[in-house]
Each structure stands twice: as C-alpha cells, then as structure tokens.
C-alpha cells in the first residue's frame, strides 16, 4: 500500500510539475495563443472521495484538467452463517467472524472538458476522460481467533478448509492462518463520461462547479486465493456480490471550488 501511494503521489508531482512549466513557458505568449495561458486550482468533494484538480485551457472550447480523489471508505460486518464442521464424528460449531469490507474508489484522473456556449467562456460543458485506480473496487478481509478452543480444534484435526464462507455464487474457505480474504476487481483504466456547469478557469479569483457522470470500470470479477467457484451461495452479503457483479458503471457526482492562480 505504501509503495502504491508512493508511485501515485510521484507521478501527480510530475504531472504537477510539468503544468505548471508549460502555464510559466506560454504565459508569455498568452497574446498569440490561449492554450495554457492560464491554471485553475480545484478542491473537490465527491462520490468517488476527496481531492484536487489541476486546469489549463487547451484551445478556445477545451480544457484539460488532471488530479486525484482520494478514498478509504469501510464497513464492518460480522459473519453468522458457517455450517458446522464435523470432526470426529462430533460436530463443532464455527465461530462468528468480524469482516472489513473496503471501498476503494481514489483514482488518478486526467479529462478534456468541451465548453460548447459563448465562444468557450460558457458555464455548460460537457466532459470525457480516465480515472486511473487500484483494481481491487471492494476488498472483503476477516481474521479468525486461533486461540479460539473450536478453531483449535478443527486445525488440529486438519479440516480448516471445510470452514467456508458465501460470496454470491460462489464460496471462499479459511486459509492456513485462519484469514478469509476476497477482492472484487475491475479495470484499473476506467473511461468517464460527464456534464456539468461552472468554469474551470474562473472568471475572477473563484469559482464553484458542480458534475455528474459515469466511470465505467467493467464487470466485476471475484477474486480469492482460496476460491470455490458455483457454489450458489445465498445470504446477505451474497445479495450485495451479486448486485455489485452486475453494475459496469460507478456514479461520480462532485462539487468543487476553484481558484485561477493568474490573473488576465
């Protein structure tokens, strides 16, 4: 994880880096040309997290923006539903088991606006791109107790395998340590399609913008070291895979203030 964010941050410092000498290296042929004659800074909150947006002015309807969203949302769930595992001819209950679920929806994200009105100065526009992201979308994550006495037991007669757990159609079996870790995946390139109203490069000092689309990560894909696959599963969060595994397109809807660094 920390590499991961390490890799990401240097590659927004570079891109950081490069706008900002392209907006130095064409400020001062602003007369001659629009293109990266200015930069407009953003905040933003949004469904795919927090983060900030670099804009510069491509041509008279076009502008490119680049940033990131960072995100970290979780959600505890406690597991109820393992069959028993018989050993010895005895059967012995499976305790409940606490699951973390993660969302991870911060990406990298790089578009082109297209402001269609007023010679380009309008406040309508309508927008295409990439977020760019880990591809774990959820990542599901449970630790059982090994000092537990009826996990103790199940180890030493070998059968920790038998301890199984729903996904949607399919089932995922405790592993060696007694974790029980799933991911659902998508495409770590996602497209985006969008509109909304606000400039990107603000009039005066600031501006506030709002948008709504579509980031299209692909169908997702359950993933496990410890897979069972077809096991036709039911169950609450059975119900969630199961809904989630059909959904190609995650909404991003964001708000954002922004802040033109140079003056006209």
């Given at each position: 994880m920390f590499h991961l964010i390490s890799f990401t941050m240097k590659k927004l410092f570079f891109l950081c880096a490069f706008l900002m000498a392209l907006?130095?290296?064409?400020?001062?042929?602003?007369?001659?040309?629009?293109?990266?004659?200015?930069?407009?800074i953003s905040l933003n909150g949004s469904t795919s997290g927090v983060g900030f947006t670099l804009s510069t002015p491509l041509a008279k309807h076009f502008v490119l923006r680049?940033?990131?969203q960072f995100s970290y949302l979780s959600y505890g769930y406690t597991y109820k539903d393992f069959d028993p595992?018989?050993?010895?001819?005895?059967?012995?209950?499976?305790?409940?088991?606490?699951?973390?679920?993660?969302?991870?929806?911060?990406?990298?994200?790089?578009?082109?606006?297209?402001?269609?009105?007023?010679?380009?100065?309008?406040?309508f526009f309508i927008t295409a791109g990439l977020f760019m992201g880990q591809s774990d979308l959820v990542t599901l994550d449970g630790q059982f107790d090994m000092n537990h006495p009826n996990i103790k037991e199940i180890q030493q007669a070998g059968l920790l395998k038998e301890i199984q757990l729903e996904l949607?159609?399919?089932?995922?079996?405790?592993?060696?340590?007694?974790?029980?870790?799933?991911?659902?995946?998508?495409?770590?390139?996602?497209?985006?399609?969008?509109?909304?109203?606000?400039?990107?490069?603000?009039?005066h000092r600031f501006v506030f913008r709002a948008e709504i689309g579509a980031i299209f990560h692909g169908k997702p894909e359950l993933v496990s070291a410890n897979l069972i696959?077809?096991?036709?599963?039911?169950?609450?969060?059975?119900?969630?895979?199961?809904?989630?595994?059909?959904?190609?397109?995650?909404?991003?809807?964001?708000?954002?203030?922004?802040?033109?660094l140079f003056k006209d």
């Amino acid at each position: 994880m920390f590499h991961l964010i390490s890799f990401t941050m240097k590659k927004l410092f570079f891109l950081c880096a490069f706008l900002m000498a392209l907006v130095s290296l064409s400020a001062q042929e602003s007369s001659k040309r629009e293109a990266f004659s200015n930069l407009g800074i953003s905040l933003n909150g949004s469904t795919s997290g927090v983060g900030f947006t670099l804009s510069t002015p491509l041509a008279k309807h076009f502008v490119l923006r680049a940033g990131y969203q960072f995100s970290y949302l979780s959600y505890g769930y406690t597991y109820k539903d393992f069959d028993p595992v018989v050993v010895a001819g005895r059967s012995v209950e499976v305790p409940d088991l606490d699951i973390e679920g993660k969302l991870n929806v911060g990406a990298a994200h790089a578009m082109i606006d297209y402001v269609p009105f007023k010679k380009g100065k309008g406040k309508f526009f309508i927008t295409a791109g990439l977020f760019m992201g880990q591809s774990d979308l959820v990542t599901l994550d449970g630790q059982f107790d090994m000092n537990h006495p009826n996990i103790k037991e199940i180890q030493q007669a070998g059968l920790l395998k038998e301890i199984q757990l729903e996904l949607g159609d399919d089932m995922v079996c405790v592993g060696p340590d007694g974790n029980m870790a799933a991911a659902i995946k998508v495409k770590g390139v996602r497209p985006y399609i969008g509109l909304g109203v606000g400039r990107a490069i603000p009039k005066h000092r600031f501006v506030f913008r709002a948008e709504i689309g579509a980031i299209f990560h692909g169908k997702p894909e359950l993933v496990s070291a410890n897979l069972i696959p077809n096991a036709n599963g039911k169950g609450e969060i059975n119900d969630f895979t199961n809904t989630l595994s059909k959904v190609v397109a995650y909404p991003h809807i964001s708000l954002q203030l922004t802040y033109k660094l140079f003056k006209d």
